[in-house]
């Protein structure tokens, strides 16, 4: 049995799957505030023990964090972990090959094989929970930066004179238009303008054909997709396309991401 795992900045979701993204077994739970990696090491050997599928053939993890190319977890705001070789801990605990990888970049690649973005050269994804994350796929393939960096959306700046971020930045689009943001308040049209501007910007830089959202923000009182795209254009370069705007059709993109990752890995 493959396992993926989806360690975001709220909740922790696992499954198992022989192949495909065909759960026999799930998961879901909110994420104890102070979680370590021992932690999570114990929630998935207690999981492995009560599903009783053995030793997993492979594990995926798809996490809200920047990560290098060995699976070494740099840093995560929301987790609080930094300097956490999450991979080599995975793979000496359960002995089987092990993928770590930023959680969006695992979304944009199940969306460019299997999801909204299949057959398009270029497409932004974004994933909008308790923060903000993005990737671009350009030329069909996932975008990470420079140094594997290049996965935050939230931190766009839209309100220089806004609030503190998390970040330690001030006025980020996260403290606008994340779930986090808006978990208490009432419906209002200023985080979706928020995110129509820096959404508009990004399509004035790269031009992409799709925007894909995804992400449990996403039925919260404040969003609405038909506004957003109608607020998108006066964000925009008038000579530059307008995408297609799309949810995702998958109820969680980085989790399947995540699990087609480390079968191409193993």
Known sequence: MRYAVDLGGTHVRVAAAQSGCEWRHQHRSRRVAGMTPADFVALLSDLIREWGTGRPQSIGVSVAAVVDDEGYLLASENLGWKDVPLRRILADAFSCPVLVETDVFCGAAYETRL????????????????????????????????????????H????????RCYCGHQ???????????????????VPLQRLALSIG?????VEPECV?????????AWFDLDRLAALIPA????????????????????????LLLSMEQS
């Open 115 to 154: 999801g909204a973005a299949a057959g398009a050269t270029s497409a932004l994804y974004l994933g909008i929970g308790t923060g903000i994350g993005h990737a671009l796929i350009l030329d069909g393939r996932v975008w990470r930066g420079a140094r594997r960096g290049a996965n935050a959306f939230g």
């Open 156 to 163: 766009t700046i839209v309100d220089p004179s806004g609030a």
């Open 171 to 189: 006025g980020c689009l996260c403290t606008e238009a994340s779930g986090l943001a808006q978990a208490d308040k009432s419906a209002s049209d």
């Open 201 to 205: 910007n990004a399509v004035t830089l």
């Open 212 to 220: 894909i959202l995804s992400g449990g923000a996403l039925n919260q």
């Open 235 to 258: 964000f925009t370069y008038p000579a530059a396309s307008q995408p297609r705007l799309v949810r995702s059709y998958a109820a969680d993109p980085n989790l399947c991401g995540a």
